[in-house]
């Protein structure tokens, strides 16, 4: 079975001043992981995935994710915050020896706010 | 290119009442998603459905039934609606089939049952 762990239900940070939203998975095989940012009242939107490669991933808005497999993290990050970051996130796993056709496990989910 | 649409936004029913969510997409995705997200809990997997003619029980599947007639549509029926089934449903479509694609999700159903 796979899983995904957000342990924060709500991150504050100042304007200006770098992210993380943690997420930490578990999966039998490797694992295919993704950022979705959900703003409110409307559905989720892509971030950036990590499936293969490198193991820091960039994706929209500035985002960036770190995939750590000792750790089995793959926390979200920005260097610099911006008032409009202010979102709900949500980390998802899937577990790649399978067939994937049966969907994404998500997190349940971190409220990101960030301050002026 | 509208994506994935559904309909209604908004709903409120009462108890033992039915309705069909629908769900649409323009992408000609073959694989297609019905989760549920209350507050604090994430989103649940409820059905999905891999091409057209068939569907599979996600986690949450109870009280719950699809179909898939066609590519373009995914249609999630509530036959007896119980106050559990207060939520907002996503239904989302992905191209690929292990998942490195992501998915589309559409704007959501506000469903409360009272």
């Known amino acids: 079975a796979q899983s995904v762990a957000q342990p924060e239900d709500q991150v504050n940070v100042a304007e200006g001043n770098p992210l993380t939203v943690k997420c930490t998975y578990s999966v039998s095989g490797n694992p295919y992981l993704f950022w979705y940012v959900q703003y409110p009242n409307r559905g989720l939107q892509f971030l950036l995935k990590?499936?293969?490669?490198?193991?820091l991933v960039k994706g929209s808005y500035g985002f960036e994710a770190e995939f750590n497999k000792s750790q089995t993290s793959f926390h979200l990050k920005k260097p610099s915050a911006l008032v409009s970051d202010s979102a709900l996130y949500f980390c998802?796993?899937?577990?790649?020896?399978?067939?994937?056709?049966?969907?994404?496990?998500f997190g349940k989910g971190t409220h990101l706010i960030i301050q002026p | 290119n509208a994506g994935v649409t559904q309909t209604p936004k908004f709903r409120i029913l009462k108890i033992g009442q039915s309705m069909t969510l629908q769900c649409t997409q323009d992408?000609?995705?073959?694989?297609m998603y019905w989760y549920r997200q209350d507050p604090g809990m994430g989103l649940k997997l409820i059905y999905y459905s891999v091409g057209a003619g068939i569907t599979d029980k996600g986690e949450v599947p109870n009280g719950y039934n699809v179909s898939r007639s066609t590519t373009e549509d995914f249609p999630l029926r509530l036959e007896l609606a119980a106050p559990s089934q207060t939520s907002v449903y996503f239904c989302a479509s992905s191209s690929g089939a292990i998942a490195n694609y992501g998915y589309t999700f559409g704007s959501g159903t506000r469903l409360t049952v009272v």
């Open positions: 992408m000609n995705h073959n694989y």
């Open positions: 990590y499936i293969t490669g490198d193991n």
């Open positions: 998802a796993v899937r577990d790649g020896s399978g067939g994937g056709a049966d969907g994404l496990t």
